[in-house]
């Protein structure tokens, strides 16, 4: 829990930034923030006497509103414990009045963890290294598409109008003149990221129309994944502001660019700061080519996490830049796990599979078990893979949703990692999800089969 001078700084930080409004937020296991509002008496009360609550059930709750219910977590809707991380505590820039935000964690009356927690899923993976004296370093690079705000945005979604009053068509990669036309939105971005201690990096124009990617500056993987926690959920809100939607959705619009959230990882010793991917000439280390291949061996099994939605499996076809397989090869994007150039400090393996409509707690905690699955396992790749290897048959990803949730919960190694209650709880709400998804007549079947056959 808190302790007294923790709360009597914050108390005093909240008062000198004119704040009386916090935001006490959760993720569940899409991604979504939960959570409650309160006037800043009322939270530093419940932060004194451990009462700001919240049912358990909402880390069972999938992204449509149904519940998961199981052994695990059941109808009687216990409360856990919410406490603030408050290294997470900022403002809360776009809201009308002087606000706060604050990531917790969930604990039960005897401060026992909420192993189904994304947060709490990732921090497990974070001791398993921390155990063998190395911490993960992680960085995200966020693809995602701006829309414009109207009525029929569910039905047709289009690229907004930039400042010269025209849209955002065809294929633009990199393109500067595109990052004019909505230079307004991105200045309000960098302000809010400066705000909520989020250290963005690198801004461009992806290929896709209207598609954008920013790049999260590397760093410890929870630290990072509370900055992405937070920028997904900016990004929007920002969007709003600015009369856009954007989305996170990995296949937005058919047959084109989909978006991803590509991780480059790398591991350094906790004494001695030094990246274990790299010996002193700067050669490969035996623990990086373990890491690759622990990542090739177990990654199709973790693909609910990191292709969490029907919708995730049609970027898998969407076109360049979107592996197919878990193929490696350095400075290589047709590849599913890529080794980028650099020196032996920035020695590391960018996972390109996973797409941008990730929990980015459960996407990196999947990503860091299986390397270290493969650290542990003491296993060796395949051989690097040269030229192009979209068309690529062996080492081939799962190509649906169902054959994921298969996977994921037959492989008794990842089971143990990520928790077996979590995994159970995750599964089924995933289950929910694709019998919603199914119950839905789909556009393809009215066109082609209601009148023909």
Known sequence: MTDAKSIAEIDQWLIDNNIDDIECMIADIAGIARGKSMPRKKFIE????????????????????????????????????????LETMCMTPWQSEPTASVICDCVYENGTSVGFSPRTVLQNVLDLYKAEGWQPIVAPE??????????????????????????????????????????????????????????????????????????????????????????????????IHHDMFASFMASPYPETFGSAMHIHQSVVDIESGQNIFADAQGEDT??????????????????????????????????????????????????GLRVPASGPEGRRIENRIAGSDVNPYLAIAASLACGYLGMKEELRPSKEFKGSAYEA?????????????????????????????????????????????????????????MLNV
């Open 46 to 85: 419940d932060l004194q006497t451990s009462s700001l609550r919240m049912p358990e059930t909402i880390f069972g709750m999938t992204v449509n509103g149904d519940f998961a219910l199981n052994d695990d977590l059941s109808e009687t809707e216990q409360d856990v414990i919410l406490v603030p991380a």
């Open 142 to 239: 966020f693809e995602f598409h701006l829309m414009a705000k109207a009525e029929d945005i569910d039905f047709n979604p289009r690229p907004p109008m930039g400042l010269s009053g025209r849209r955002d068509v065809g294929s633009s990669p990199y393109s500067i003149d595109s990052l004019d036309e909505f230079a307004p939105y991105f200045d309000d971005i960098y302000d809010a990221c400066e705000a909520q201690n989020i250290d963005v990096d690198t801004l461009i124009h992806e290929a896709g129309q209207g598609q954008y990617e920013f790049n999260v500056i590397h760093g410890p993987a929870m630290n990072v994944a509370d900055q992405s926690f937070k920028f997904k959920r900016l990004i929007r809100q920002i969007a």
């Open 286 to 335: 035996e623990l990086f080519l373990s890491h690759i291949a622990g990542i090739q061996k177990y990654l199709p099994k973790t693909m609910p996490l990191i292709a969490p939605f029907v919708n995730s499996y049609r970027r898998f076809g969407s076109g360049w830049s979107c592996p197919t397989n878990t193929h490696w090869g350095r400075e290589n994007r047709s590849v």
């Open 393 to 449: 048959s062996d080492r081939a990803l799962p190509r649906h949703f169902l054959d994921g949730l298969k996977a994921m919960g037959a492989c008794e190694p990842l089971r143990e990692i990520l928790g077996d209650a979590f995994v159970g709880i995750y599964l089924e709400a995933k289950e929910l999800e694709y019998d919603s998804y199914s119950s839905v007549l789909s556009p393809w079947e009215t066109k082609y089969l």
